[in-house]
């Protein structure tokens, strides 16, 4: 029931693209989206819900496929502050995260 | 700043006692939960609550307890540590009233059994 993210981990150089992909066996509601630094709390990116309402940051993006119950996280000219571990988080009876995918950014 | 914090933020502890973590909130806000966070797991969740006295089991609810006396406050307890239970264990609230909103996490608790 833990929704599955793909990669697992990936190294950017500053200034390109990034996507995190999150797939889930059962339908959804929403997809939460948290960034997480070393030895940090997790920290609220971005949710998206059912019905195409999307909450959150700024300068990052994503994308919800009801029908594929999927979502990806869409990283665009990345920078160094966008290291980190990436969770996705999906509602089955309570929040289920994915395992994470870490991101590291390169001058 | 969600204005959670969590205590202790660290404790080593033994096998067979008891230990009890808490949650403390300043915002009022009806949804809190507690997760626990271990390599190649992701976040977990163990018990979540939706009002004073009402609480729910997460996935991982075996071996621990939770209790919610006040709205302020939210309280994990290990009845019998385990070695198992060693983790890092994170505090979380809504600003919602549902599970379909955002949630903001505390600073986290390192929970060492041995």
């Known amino acids: 029931q833990q929704p599955v993210q793909s990669p697992q981990a990936v190294i950017l150089r500053e200034g390109e693209d990034a996507v995190i992909n999150c797939s889930s066996s059962k339908a959804l509601y929403s997809v939460h989206w948290y960034r997480q630094k070393h030895g940090e709390a997790p920290v609220f990116l971005m949710i998206?819900?059912?019905?195409?309402e999307q909450k959150g940051h700024e300068k990052i993006s994503a994308s919800f496929n009801e029908k594929k119950q999927q979502s990806s996280l869409y990283l665009t000219a990345s920078q160094l502050s966008y290291s980190g571990t990436y969770f996705c988080g999906t509602e089955a009876g309570g929040m289920r995260f994915g395992a994470g995918t870490r991101l590291t950014v390169k001058p | 700043d969600a204005g959670i914090t969590q205590s202790p933020r660290h404790k080593v502890t033994e096998t067979g006692t008891p230990v009890t973590l808490r949650c403390h909130q300043t915002?009022?806000?009806?949804?809190m939960y507690w997760y626990r966070q271990d390599p190649g797991h992701g976040l977990r969740l163990i018990h979540y609550s939706y009002g004073v006295k009402d609480t729910d089991k997460g996935e991982v609810s075996d071996g621990y307890s939770v209790s919610r006396s006040k709205t302020e406050d939210f309280l994990l307890t290990l009845e019998s540590a385990t070695s198992s239970q060693t983790s890092v264990y994170f505090c979380?609230?809504?600003?919602?009233?549902?599970?379909?909103?955002?949630?903001?996490f505390g600073p986290g608790t390192r929970l060492t059994v041995t």
């Open positions: 915002e009022n806000h009806r949804y």
């Open positions: 979380a609230i809504s600003r919602g009233e549902a599970i379909s909103y955002e949630q903001y």
């Open positions: 998206l819900l059912k019905g195409g």
